[in-house]
């Protein structure tokens, strides 16, 4: 006898990757999700890698503003130049 | 044993638990969802294991009897308390509209015994240094600022800035699973821009 939905594949697995390291799904549903990332290498080294992004995504260096808020700005100030000449 | 039971000895009803309440807490998690319900449902075994014990015969052991009992009790317990779908069916159909990983990497139709599985699996993690690295920074920046605005925010205040969901589903007026989609889309995406830079053996 094996529970119902009990199996996942590679592909329903990245899509449930989110779901996952939130841990907001049923007991029964993560642990589905364990017993594939226990024997599956391709799934296991794609939630390292996004667990690895999460973390290199905390230490992208913190401007005060986008480059393209920026250039927006830039735009707005060189319409006004224009204006006033 | 048997005997003892039937004859009400706390004794042999307690060895009887220790010996088999974690296994079959264990057993009816593959039915129910959470622990809480799992205990329950154990509970509820033990019960009808005393409420049986006089109609038990030995054509079984008293093992296979009380497994049979769980089972039965976890399914119908499943039954009632079964949402119309599970999670995971729900959230798959949410964000099908748009694979968080190219799906020309799983193998189809041309090999159904491995179909939806790995064709070409992502290869290692990167060591620390190389996350930090200001290549895989800039990667990482000009992947977000490629992202549509709503994901661009999701991202920027969960990862960049450490918020947890329920603060940017306040600011942003999100529902929780609206956030969450926002939150897959773009890390999908932030790791796939990533992905050639985090394997050590595999420098584009």
């Known amino acids: ?85 | 044993m048997i005997a003892a039971l039937k004859d009400g000895d706390d004794h042999a009803f307690t060895w009887l638990v220790d010996q088999h309440h974690a296994m079959l807490v264990r057993l009816a998690l593959r039915y129910v969802p959470d622990q809480a319900t799992a205990e329950d449902v154990t509970q509820e075994t033990w019960l009808h294991v005393l409420r049986g014990l006089s109609r038990f015969e030995f054509r079984s052991s008293l093992k296979t009897w009380i497994v049979s009992i769980l089972k039965n009790r976890a399914r119908t317990r499943a039954t009632r308390e079964r949402r119309n779908t599970p999670v995971s069916d729900t959230w798959l159909a949410t964000v099908a509209d748009e694979p968080a990983v190219d799906p020309d990497r799983f193998f189809g139709l041309e090999n159904p015994a491995l179909i939806d599985r790995w064709a070409s699996a992502p290869r290692g993690v990167a060591p620390e240094e190389q996350l930090l690295a200001a290549e895989t920074q800039a990667i990482i920046s000009r992947a977000i600022e490629a992202l549509p605005l709503a994901q661009r925010e999701v991202i920027t205040l969960r990862d960049m800035e450490g918020w947890s969901a329920a603060d940017v589903c306040n600011a942003l007026g999100l529902t929780e699973t609206n956030q969450r989609v926002l939150l897959h889309r773009a890390r999908s995406k932030v790791r796939a821009a990533v992905e050639p830079y985090l394997s050590p053996t595999d420098q584009p």
Not at chain 1, 35 to 63: F, K, S
Request: hydrophobic fraction near 40%; proline fraction near 6%.
């Open chain 1, 1 to 85: 006898m094996t529970a119902p939905n009990d199996e996942i594949v590679c592909k329903e697995l990245v899509e449930l990757v989110t779901p996952y390291l939130e841990d907001v799904l049923p007991a029964n549903e993560r642990a589905a999700i364990e017993r594939h990332l226990a024997e599956c290498d391709g799934c296991r080294t794609y939630v390292e890698q996004m667990r690895q992004t999460i973390r290199a995504i905390g230490h992208v260096p913190h401007e005060p503003i986008t480059s393209r808020t920026r250039d927006e700005v830039l735009a707005i100030f060189r319409a006004w130049k224009a204006e006033r000449s």
